[in-house]
């Protein structure tokens, strides 16, 4: 008896609900290439306004924080659609969703850039690398690009973390939504 009740406490410890776990495993997997589809969109945004546009490394947070607006936009999209897509996103949903994000793209993100900008032993051996492979990358192109990387994968890793467990929560859709897509499906 002491036996039976051993293993019930430890499958409850060790994991008390299975499916979670591959619910998690998926979300993070759907997570990722929206993230990298997110990731890439937001890059070539934020390139072409810190190269071509705006053109100064003092304002590295200003072409944050424009292409990060507008990749917001996409990622609520997308993350509602396909990520999470299972779930039941409420009104609630949308506000948590753009309020971390306005307070990701105004002091987290940018500062985070401004920060990994600083690094410049690091993106000075970055850029002798790139010479060395013969690679015709300006100083500016290295450095605005490894702080692009350092903020995103930072910032990647906490907006996982923050949608699954408060934004789109737990909740399943109603049984009649999930009725209505599989039919339109």
């Not at 509602?80 to 949308?94: F, G, L, N, Q, Y």
């Not at 467990?165 to 499906?185: I, R, T």
């Given at each position: 008896m002491d036996t039976d009740s051993n293993k019930t406490e430890e499958k409850t410890l060790e994991n008390p609900d299975p499916?979670?776990?591959?619910?998690?495993?998926?979300?993070a997997t759907r997570y990722l290439f929206v993230g990298i589809f997110?990731?890439?969109?937001?890059?070539?945004?934020?390139?072409i306004l810190s190269n071509l546009i705006i053109k100064n490394n003092?304002?590295?947070w200003l072409s944050t924080t424009i292409a990060t607006f507008i990749t917001t936009i996409v990622a609520y999209?997308?993350?509602?659609?396909?990520?999470?897509?299972?779930?039941?996103?409420?009104?609630?949903?949308?506000?948590?969703f753009f309020i971390w994000n306005l307070l990701l793209t105004f002091p987290i993100g940018p500062g985070l850039t401004q920060f990994f900008s600083l690094f410049t032993p690091l993106y000075e051996f970055a850029h002798n690398i790139c010479q060395n492979l013969h690679l015709d990358f300006s100083y500016e192109f290295v450095l605005t690009t490894g702080a692009f990387v350092l903020t995103t994968a930072v910032t990647m890793i906490m907006n996982f973390l923050l949608y699954d467990?408060?934004?789109?929560?737990?909740?399943?859709?109603?049984?009649?939504?999930?009725?209505?897509?599989?039919?339109?499906?």
């Open positions: 499916k979670a776990d591959v619910k998690t495993a998926t979300h997110l990731t890439v969109f937001n890059y070539i945004l934020y390139t003092d304002l590295l999209l997308m993350h509602s659609k396909i990520t999470w897509k299972e779930r039941h996103v409420t009104k609630t949903a949308v506000y948590k467990k408060f934004v789109f929560g737990k909740s399943k859709k109603p049984k009649k939504a999930e009725k209505s897509e599989k039919e339109h499906a």
